[in-house]
């Protein structure tokens, strides 16, 4: 009896040690604070032009001329520097001659290029 008692003390001690670990290691998936970058000058890497393929739809749902800002309610994006779902978003826009005959409740074809750290159109055409 007291051989099996210490056997599964054994076992539930392994058990959640195992567990801790695991949610240790979790936690450290993205980290990559301590990565060498040495040889990797992503700024200067070449981006990749604008083409049918990348250009996603959505529809205008606020235009702020004066912050260059336009709100999307968009579908997939997926361009050489951003990757999004679809969702209702505001972005910078590249220009502001993009946002001279955009108005509310246009539906739009457009490409978003992360610039500086900001997702920002940077091709805006509306669509009959």
Same mark, same amino acid.
């Given at each position: ?7 599964? %003390?054994? @076992?539930?001690?392994?058990? &959640?040690?195992? %567990? ?28 990749? !032009? $604008? ?14 001329? =004066?912050? +260059?800002?336009?709100?999307? +309610? ?7 520097? %951003? =990757?999004?779902? !679809?969702?209702?978003?505001?972005? $910078? ?8 005959? %955009? +108005? @509310? ?9 992360? &610039?500086?750290?900001? $997702? ?5 055409? &509306?669509?009959?």
């Amino acid at each position: 009896m007291k051989k099996s008692f210490l056997n599964l %003390v054994a @076992v539930c001690g392994l058990s &959640i040690l195992a %567990v801790n670990v695991y949610a240790e290691q979790g936690s450290k998936g993205m980290d990559m604070a301590g990565m060498k970058m040495e040889g990797m000058e992503m700024d200067k890497m070449p981006a990749k !032009p $604008a083409n049918a393929t990348s250009l996603s739809d959505g529809e205008v749902r606020a235009v702020n001329k =004066e912050n +260059k800002s336009i709100t999307l +309610k968009h579908g997939r994006i997926k361009s050489s520097t %951003v =990757e999004m779902g !679809p969702m209702t978003m505001q972005f $910078a826009a590249k220009d502001k001659a993009l946002l001279s005959n %955009v +108005k @509310v409740g246009d539906k739009v074809k457009f490409t978003v290029e992360n &610039i500086d750290g900001t $997702a920002t159109v940077t091709v805006l055409s &509306i669509q009959k």
